[in-house]
């Protein structure tokens, strides 16, 4: 079986859209209560802090891909994550599987340009991420719904009087959906949103997002005031001429985390990746 090259991000669309709203959902516009928007504008302030600290993170992704679950290791650093195939359908990587492994990590280490571009396109990302976090306040409005296990849950909804002026913002503004927040913490736990609209581009002959469409993801504590994404489900349906990049369905688990020392290159994360090859290759944990 000839694999699939892995999929580390999302695409550009989706990312944006999901991720501004996580990193950003606590903004006060729209709440009905000061204690509350007090809470989420904390929760708010946190999560963009950890993301501008930048911090480097090694996990294991198990994800669900042309009908096969895949398990790899995922290393960050400060050039392009390096992504390590562990198992196919709860079995090691064959030879062949993993020599196209190494080919592949041989040819991103040898081209300082591909590495210098997948650099750039993430750079371009946070910065058009930092624009839509501008809008949110006025994009959605937000409705306290109460304690739920000492977590605080607020629904969301597009609100009318935004007008977006982006394909981007125009994605965005259609979810509606809820919002759990920890108290001890004061980090955004739990997402799920969904579709309100179909939404379409230039009369729908450039492309279409159909209604319907489910965001699903959670954050999970790994220490004070450190939380990771865990878990990403997102499935969209439509006709994406316009979004070459957009990836329309993912199921993702993340877990192991571990701590990558700041400034790691690509280089060096191979590096260290080559000299404790000697593990056992786990069986994924879903069927």
């Known amino acids: 079986m000839r694999m699939p090259k892995p999929k580390y991000l999302l695409g550009r669309v989706s990312r944006l859209a ?3 709203l996580v990193t950003s959902i606590g903004l006060p516009s729209g709440l009905p209560s000061e204690p509350t928007g007090t809470l989420v504008k904390e929760a708010c302030f946190n999560a963009i802090q950890q ?40 079995h090691a990587p064959t ?29 371009e990302d946070s910065k058009k991420m930092e624009e839509m976090l501008r809008i949110i306040p ?5 409705q306290d719904q109460g304690k739920q296990r000492g977590l605080e849950k607020i629904a969301f909804h597009p609100n009318a009087d935004f007008k977006p002026k982006t394909y981007e913002q125009r994605v965005l503004h259609t979810l509606v959906g809820t919002v759990f927040i920890d108290l001890h913490d004061k980090q955004i736990v739990r997402i799920s949103a969904s579709l309100a609209e179909r939404v379409e581009f230039g009369l729908g002959l450039l ?7 489910s965001v699903n993801i959670t954050r999970t504590r790994l220490s004070e005031g450190v939380w990771q994404v865990s878990m990403e489900k997102i499935d969209f349906s439509g006709r994406m001429a316009i979004f070459k990049s957009l ?10 985390f571990k701590p990558v020392a700041p400034g ?11 000299k404790n090859r000697t593990f056992s290759y786990p069986e994924t944990s879903r069927r």
């Open 18 to 20: 999901i991720f501004s």
């Open 51 to 90: 993301r501008e600290a930048k911090s480097l993170w090694s996990y294991r992704v198990e994800r669900h891909e042309d009908q096969h679950i895949i398990l790899e290791q995922v290393i960050e650093t400060v050039d392009t994550p390096l992504i390590h195939l562990l198992a196919v359908d709860g």
């Open 95 to 123: 030879a062949a599987q993993l020599k196209e492994e190494d080919d592949r990590h041989r040819r991103l280490l040898r081209n300082s340009a591909g590495q210098l571009a997948l650099k750039k396109d993430h750079n």
């Open 138 to 142: 006025e994009a959605f409005l937000f």
């Open 207 to 213: 492309g279409r997002v159909d209604k319907g469409g």
């Open 247 to 256: 990836n329309r369905h993912r199921d993702e688990e993340r877990s192991d």
């Open 264 to 274: 790691t290159s690509f280089a060096q994360a191979l590096d260290e990746l080559e």
